[in-house]
């Protein structure tokens, strides 16, 4: 883009929503102006940004005309009949839906790994990733670069902030209820969230898997265009409020070099290793919450299989898992 943009955010006040207006503003995003959209609900909102109050919108479908990119975060539904709208109007939509991860003519971007992928985008969609996948190859790409990624096996723990403010509520009201001695009363999740786990993120497929689960084995595969990548995932929530973890073996196709593994993180953007286990350091995910990096510690040669490392990681689901990475594409059109 030879100006600034006219950008637009749809789902502004959401907790991606309002992430996303708070990278742009850390970020110095250059914008010739800024529309806020969601719900009628909240039309007419004030938010502050840049020193300025701005008053929210309704999304309609004449909400862009004259808007050059929009960030949809407003869920599936809301992208599947608002985005090709916005497309048709000649706005670039950086989605952070599900929506259209899978389609072939809609770029899967994590801009550290693939970001030439975002200049090729015949239907004006770029999608972001699911959160998880994105933290959990952040990791995994320097090491891809050195060794060549053949397998991953990994279990999330994810925070109930991946399910919106009502996860964050109810995790909040059960250990109040526990902690006093009242009934625990369950409506976001189908078990207690309270100082327990539960193994299961989205609805379940015929093959065993969530659908969660399958969206690292999906998403990798494009991501890294290695159709070949196997991937078993298992999905698990836990009762932490921000910040996703996952403990990963992966496998490589050439012999591994532990010295060389840890070196692979050395001046990486949006990574860091985070490993000293006698002293006690690896990443936690209050380490991350918050952050816009991405943390690696735990670090070694896998006992069971051969050429592979264990290790584990620690984003911010919220900021690098969705609004961050939706600005850093952004960046990478306005930059082009």
């Known amino acids: 883009m030879n100006q600034a943009p006219h950008v637009a955010i749809v789902g ?38 840049r020193g300025q109050m701005l008053t929210v919108e309704e999304l309609t479908e004449d909400s862009f005309k004259g808007v050059d990119i ?30 259209f991860r899978q389609d072939p003519d809609v770029p899967l971007v994590v801009p550290e790994i693939n970001p030439e992928a975002a ?18 190859l952040m990791a995994l790409f320097p090491l891809h670069q050195k060794f060549g990624l053949k397998t991953i ?3 999330s723990y994810q925070a109930v902030s991946g399910s919106g403010q009502h996860g964050i509520t109810e995790l909040e009201s059960q250990v109040r209820a526990v902690v006093d001695g009242h009934p625990v009363v369950r409506n976001v999740y ?26 690292m084995l999906n998403e990798g595969r494009k991501i890294l265009s290695l159709p070949e990548l196997k991937v ?57 919450t918050n952050g816009d990096t991405c943390y690696v510690g735990r670090m070694r040669k896998d006992l069971a299989i051969d050429n592979a490392l264990s290790l584990w990681v620690v984003g911010d689901q919220v900021r690098k898992g969705a609004a961050l990475n939706a600005v850093q594409i952004a960046e990478l059109l306005v930059n082009k």
């Open 70 to 99: 929009a960030l949809f975060s407003a869920g599936g539904s809301i992208s599947q009949k608002f985005a090709p709208i916005a497309a048709a109007a000649n706005c670039v939509v950086i989605d952070n839906s599900s929506a």
């Open 119 to 136: 200049y090729n985008h015949p239907r004006n969609i770029i999608a972001n990733p699911n959160c998880t996948t994105i933290i959990t």
């Open 12 to 49: 502004a006040t959401g907790a991606v929503g309002v992430e996303i207006l708070s990278c742009l503003e850390s970020r110095n995003f250059p914008m010739a102006s800024l529309k806020l959209l969601a719900s009628a609900r909240s039309a007419g909102k004030q938010i502050a940004f």
């Open 153 to 155: 096996i990994a279990s």
């Open 232 to 288: 078993t995932c298992t999905c698990v929530r836990v009762p932490v409020y921000r910040s996703h973890s996952i403990s990963v073996t992966a496998q490589f196709e050439k012999p591994l070099d532990l010295d060389l593994a840890r070196q692979a993180y050395t001046d990486k953007p949006g990574v860091a290793l985070m490993d000293n286990p006698a002293e006690g350091i690896w990443p936690t995910p209050l380490d991350s």
């Open 190 to 215: 189908p078990h207690q969230i309270a100082f327990n786990l539960i193994p299961q993120i989205d609805s379940f497929t015929d093959t065993g898997y969530t659908k969660e689960e399958l969206k």
